[in-house]
């Protein structure tokens, strides 16, 4: 071991950082597994895909835990249950693949009482059921402090696996749905005795709260866009810069974010405007709106909007992909100006 | 819903115990997918099995949490990585199925050193490459209090599934191992201030804590006997008596487990008898030893028994099965007595 690394080992994982831990676990688990040929996707990706029999499979495990991930106080059982599945279906369906089954493992202190459970597991099933995976058990544990959830998601792969990696210079890139509404959701519910007298209206914070406690997995897309040429996807989970950037970083180029193009619900614009915030800095910044990012060739572009529009499912070009630069992601703004867009969650983020 | 219903839903996780809370979430899940014909075993098994373009897959998951499945101070990093690995490869092997994936998800304080991450992958990594698995990733996430671990498994299954249920009166009761040794590590690592003074047997006490800390999974077993006819099996992770009673009360059987017959290690005995300790008890009641239980048509068990040991894989008689019987287990003593059998790890047990 050369002493560089010697050093290395002695840093603590918050010192290393979240980004540069799992690039490290993702290089050592690339070499000792990335050359069997079973391995279509190994580590990196939003799942990993491993021929069984000849039939690629696409398998992805997701946490979700009390205090960092969701607090008891305002993440009813029902929508938990119903988000740890989405979480793991959103990876799924990033990887242009069909939900199959689910395994769900909770921790629990032993206090919770029998409804709690119960509220977890029908939400859980509802999201299944809408989707058409099966639930097939899971794993119950004590856990000494706060719930613990972790979600196992198995799909199918009809085609080729959608990768993070193979953007291409002149690709357009594409959005469903809207971005920054989990983001409200979640800032409103942190700060509920600071947005008590805002007088916000309370359909948009019905639906940020809702986008954020029970959001929709895109697990319709990957059959939808079977025939389409998609080059890249990644779904927006920690959130949309730090998510393109992953797909730019993996594709060796540079993504343009168009700023003045970003889908923005009405919602998230009404309770920026009364809050006094930014509706980009949610939208660009926040996490956990599980919709899909695609790079796609311009011809493409109009017939996979379409495709997707047809099947109630909002679609828009939010920005190019061009050659790399120095930095992964660029805003753009109309007058031809860009500045480099950076942040989203991490965990062990100082 | 009834009166009852709503008394019981107001009951505690504590209150109704691990067995009946997955009793009732496996009848839940079941109702809910149990018809889809994709389902080949659905939840309230070692693992659940899922007809995939045709294909059986198998999947499990399971956790492990610091301070109720193991301590930071007693637990290297390496064998916490390895033995999360062999607890979801034994759940495949009980399936009869060959392991083909695994993820891990990994909970962190931020507080360990880079060295404690690498160590604990090592660990993974080097039982995933001695059973032929892949690991493919997983997650990592903050963690409030204490290190978690969830491990997930994907096998292939190349015939039947070996289930808990369908073992008839009349089949033989074949172990694989030795009981006891992974409880009696496990004792030893929670006693180490009681035990100083024992002068136990160095040999004896590396054995059994190496039992614990890093089990060797059966993983070879399904493809040795994939042309015997098993009628049922489950591997031993929570005790030789409830995971007997588990595939007794399947298979609407009652198991009788001769008592003299018990495999019992050297090591374990030699401790057992310096510690005035009983060793059937560890053998009887401890878990986590990752041994294979099979029951198995009279005519086969010799066959079976030949098979696995010429793959140096020691096998013994260890019971039969009998009609149902008030008690699902019960002890037989060569004098022809016998007595019924309880106990074995649950969760939130009083």
Redesign the interface.
């Known amino acids: 071991m050369a002493a560089g690394q010697r050093r290395?080992?002695?840093?603590?994982?918050?010192e290393?950082g979240?980004y540069p831990?799992?690039h490290?676990?993702?290089q050592?688990?690339e070499h000792?597994?990335g050359i069997?040929p079973?391995?279509v996707?190994?580590?990196?990706d939003d799942a990993?895909v491993?021929e069984?029999?000849?039939?690629p499979?696409v398998?992805?495990?997701?946490?979700q835990?009390e205090?960092?991930?969701f607090r008891r106080r305002w993440m009813p059982p029902f929508d938990l249950g119903w988000k740890a599945i989405a979480i793991s279906l959103s990876d799924i369906a990033a990887m242009g693949a069909r939900p199959?089954?689910a395994?769900?493992?909770l921790?629990?202190?032993?206090?919770?009482?029998?409804?709690?459970?119960?509220a977890f597991?029908e939400g859980a099933?509802s999201l299944?059921?809408a989707t058409g995976t099966?639930?097939?058990?899971?794993?119950?544990?004590?856990?000494?402090?706060?719930i613990?959830v972790?979600s196992?998601a198995?799909g199918?792969l009809s085609g080729q696996a959608w990768r993070r990696k193979g953007a291409q210079i002149g690709d357009v890139l594409l959005l469903t749905g809207t971005v920054g509404d989990a983001a409200t959701g979640l800032w409103l519910l942190e700060h509920e005795e600071a947005t008590k007298d805002l007088q916000l209206p309370s359909e948009a914070v019905q639906h940020c709260l809702h986008r954020f406690r029970r959001p929709m997995p895109r697990t319709a897309v990957p059959d939808l866009l079977s025939n389409a040429d998609i080059h890249a996807a990644i779904d927006i989970s920690d959130g949309l810069v730090i998510d393109t950037e992953r797909m730019a970083i993996n594709s060796g180029v540079t993504a343009k974010l168009y700023l003045n193009q970003l889908p923005l619900s009405a919602s998230l614009r009404s309770i920026a405007t009364q809050a006094g915030h930014d509706p980009s800095q949610w939208a660009l910044t926040g996490g956990e709106d599980y919709e899909l990012l695609l790079a796609v060739p311009p011809p493409e572009a109009a017939k996979v909007c379409d495709i997707l529009r047809q099947a109630n499912i909002p679609a828009q070009v939010i920005g190019e992909v061009v050659a790399k630069e120095p930095y992964p992601v660029l805003g753009a703004l109309p007058d031809g100006t860009h500045q480099p867009l950076f942040g989203g969650f991490q965990?062990?983020a100082p």
């Open positions: 290395q080992g002695r840093m603590t994982v918050r290393i979240e831990l799992v490290r676990l993702c050592r688990l000792a597994f069997d079973r391995v996707v190994g580590a990196g990993a491993v069984a029999n000849g039939v499979m398998l992805t495990v997701d946490t835990l205090d960092i991930h199959l089954a395994l769900l493992a921790g629990l202190q032993g206090d919770e009482p029998l409804e709690f459970v119960d597991y099933i299944c059921q099966l639930l097939l058990g899971g794993d119950t544990t004590r856990s000494l402090n706060g613990m972790c196992v198995l199918v965990h062990f």
